[in-house]
């Protein structure tokens, strides 16, 4: 092999060398935007419940503006227990946190019965960068929908209950958390 060969070949081979780690290098996945928005919901509602619950007293968990409504622990009881149905749906899993509502009583047990309930959902919101998982048909309700369609119906369902929440804080003298 004459030397301009062996340069040529030896060029070669390093070149290739050189090129092979952006080879391997896949590109980067830019994050569904609907997912993203689902999962930064979630992360909001994580915050706004959490502030709450750790806002309020003994006293105020056992308060309740009219006889006929829920007291503020009992709200939170119920979105508890709520979260574990609409996130074991999202993950096909078995519910596995009924009965918190009628059950547990409170502040602490409260409290920790909704930090868990909404632990439990951060599985099903991680499990969204999966595509396949996000749109995985699960039974819920009466039908079948897609695991990101369950997890944003659980977002409203919350909203609905934070604007609860946040009227039981004031009527306590609270200033409920906001954004951001």
Request: net charge positive; proline share 6%.
């Amino acid at each position: 092999m004459s030397k301009a060969m062996k340069m040529l070949a030896i060029a070669g081979v390093l070149m290739t060398a050189a090129a092979y780690p952006a080879l391997s290098q896949a590109p980067a996945v830019q994050p569904e935007p609907v997912t993203v928005s689902i999962q930064n919901a979630a992360l909001h509602i994580r915050g706004m419940f959490t502030i709450a619950v750790d806002s309020m007293n003994e006293a105020d968990f056992a308060f309740r503006p009219t006889p006929e409504v829920r007291t503020f622990g009992q709200l939170l009881a119920h979105v508890a227990e709520s979260n574990y149905l609409f996130c074991s749906a999202a993950l096909g899993e078995k519910h596995p946190g009924s009965q918190i509502e009628k059950t547990v009583t409170g502040r602490a047990e409260i409290r920790t019965a909704l930090l868990n309930s909404l632990e439990y959902c951060d599985r099903a919101y991680t499990a969204l960068a999966d595509t396949a998982k996000a749109n995985a048909m699960r039974q819920f309700m009466r039908g079948s929908m897609p695991a990101i369609v369950i997890l944003n119906y659980r977002s409203y369902h919350s909203m609905l209950h934070w604007g609860n929440a946040i009227t039981y804080m004031r009527l306590r003298g609270k200033v409920p958390p906001s954004p951001g």
